[in-house]
């Protein structure tokens, strides 16, 4: 990958990868958003216009930029018009076999060799990807945090076959072209942040499911009591209740120790399809639309 990135590509349009396609938009490169059909499509580009809007509504982007930015944003149903991209970021479900797939399809679309192939995965291993590819080198972890306009931090996460050359280009287009703090991280589930958050969020579901305390008291003790912005359950909610849990799976797949163990409240909350703010409910409740 040249260290001058102009074409972007992303896979997968819900709430990180449209976030990750706008501030590529934003730094002023050529991006193409692949959903898995054309009506995806269509939702990830209201997606991305929506999240534009605010950032000129509260003063953070002038209306043409926001403007442009969409402009220059490509939405498709199609993964063969990411052909000839230099980077393609990877961004659907937190699912190993869906991942997989997908890396494997990159592998014999993406035409260009020197083309890095990069998931979003926050607790996936990324061996485990570029193991589907042939080019393992070219396979990096580029893991962004939500929302992605707003928070500057960005785990670069390479695995044992990630060449040293893949690591320094991503970490060059991430600091320069998008302007974001990078920390390296070795692929291990969770990575940095994770591997220290999770513990903390799923004691907060313990809390709440043995009695001890409310949601709302929870919260407000970690927020008035630790000058937290928010509280750890509000936060679950923000992040998903559904990839929280996916996270603790992989962590304690992984390490096998019990606070990484998804709480059996959680679990439940999951199947119940109380997923936190993106469906209305988790351990709050949230107004729609």
Do not use: W
Request: net charge negative.
């Amino acid at each position: 990958m040249s260290a001058a990135v102009a074409r972007v590509g992303v896979v997968g349009g819900g709430q990180m990868g449209a976030g990750i396609a706008e501030v590529c938009a934003r730094a002023g490169l050529d991006t193409v958003v692949c959903e898995v059909d054309a009506v995806a499509a269509r939702a990830a580009r209201d997606r991305v216009a929506a999240s534009l809007d605010r950032a000129v509504r509260r003063g953070k982007l002038e209306r043409a930029a926001a403007r442009d930015a969409l402009a220059r944003t490509v939405f498709t149903g199609s993964l063969d018009d990411l052909a000839d991209r230099q980077l393609v970021v990877e961004a659907i479900v937190e699912n190993p076999d869906a991942k997989t797939e997908v890396f494997a399809a990159l592998d014999k679309i993406v035409t260009d060799p020197a083309a890095v192939l990069a998931t979003n995965t926050s607790s996936l291993p990324v061996m485990r990807l570029g193991m589907a590819t042939s080019r393992a080198d070219r396979v990096v972890g580029l893991h962004f945090f939500n929302p992605v306009p707003v928070l500057p931090l960005v785990e670069v996460v390479s695995s044992l076959h990630t060449s040293a050359e893949t690591t320094l280009a991503v970490e060059d287009f991430a600091t320069r072209a998008l302007g974001k703090t990078v920390i390296r991280s070795q692929d291990r589930a969770g990575f940095v942040v994770n591997a220290l958050l999770i513990p903390y969020l799923l004691a907060a579901v313990r809390m709440a499911e043995s009695g001890f305390a409310t949601a709302a008291g929870i919260d407000a003790g970690m927020e008035l009591g630790c000058a937290h912005p928010m509280g750890p359950l509000k936060l679950a909610d923000l992040i998903g209740l559904d990839t929280v849990a996916s996270i603790a799976e992989s962590l304690y797949d992984e390490f096998r120790e019990p606070l990484y163990a998804p709480p059996p409240l959680l679990q439940r909350m999951v199947e119940a399809g109380l997923l936190g703010r993106k469906t209305g409910r988790g351990f709050h409740v949230y107004a729609q639309g």
